[in-house]
Structure formats: C-alpha cells, structure tokens
Nanobody
Framework: QSQLVESGGGLVQPGGSLRLSCAAS????????IGWFRQAPGKEREGVSC????????NYADSVKGRFTISRDNAKNTVYLQMNSLKPEDTAVYYC???????????????????WGQGTQVTVSS
C-alpha cells in the first residue's frame, strides 16, 4: 500500500522551531515533487512549500519565506520541513503530498497531487 506519513508536529511557543518529516512507504519518492500544505480551522488548504524530485528546486509561500526550509533525503525516502521563528498564525494541520509534475506547475495546487499523508497538528501558542 502506497502512503505518506507525517510526523514531528506538536505544541511550541512563538519563536520556537519544529521539524516535520514526511516518510513514504510502498513507493519511492525519487520521481515525485513533494509539497507541504497546511489547513487551519475554517480556512482553505494552503500551499506552504514544494521541492523538486531532485531537490534542486524549491519554492515557498510568502508567509513562510525565510523561516521555513524544505529538504529531502531520497536515500531515506523522506522529506523534511524545518520551521523556525514560528508564529501563532502558523497553527494548522500540516500535510505532505507527492506529485508527478514539477514544482513550477504543482506548487500550491492540491489537485495535482497523487498521494497525501494524514496530516500532523502544529500549534503555536504561549
């Protein structure tokens, strides 16, 4: 069974950091761009970041630029999202997803993604 599993979420104070992981099982991530999305209560799902299959290209939503870093380790079949300087408005369920197309096409567009994880909660609060 092909699936993505996120981990690393939790409760953190404003200004703190978390690192999310997205691990694949049942298929290899080597040929997929990976996107991170988030959804806060009452809001639409928002694209946060995308990394190309090779890892050579990344992009970020304006709201997280300079604070979040996406990376991947294809040998471990895992993608990461390092989140620094967290703000209360970063509170959401975070999802990773895999798409066969390039980030230039699929970034921020949920309909382009073939596989989704179940999500991990990130809460930023004092």
């Amino acid at each position: 069974q092909s699936q993505l599993v996120e981990s690393g979420g939790g409760l953190v104070q404003p200004g703190g950091s978390l690192r999310l992981s997205c691990a694949a099982s049942g298929f290899t991530l080597d040929y997929y761009a990976i996107g991170w999305f988030r959804q806060a209560p009452g809001k639409e799902r928002e694209g946060v970041s995308c990394i190309s299959s090779s890892g050579g290209s990344t992009n970020y939503a304006d709201s997280v630029k300079g604070r979040f870093t996406i990376s991947r380790d294809n040998a471990k079949n895992t993608v990461y999202l390092q989140m620094n300087s967290l703000k209360p408005e970063d509170t959401a369920v975070y999802y990773c997803a895999a798409a066969a197309g390039p980030c230039t096409v699929v970034a921020g567009r949920p309909g382009w993604y073939d596989y989704w994880g179940q999500g991990t909660q990130v809460t930023v609060s004092s």
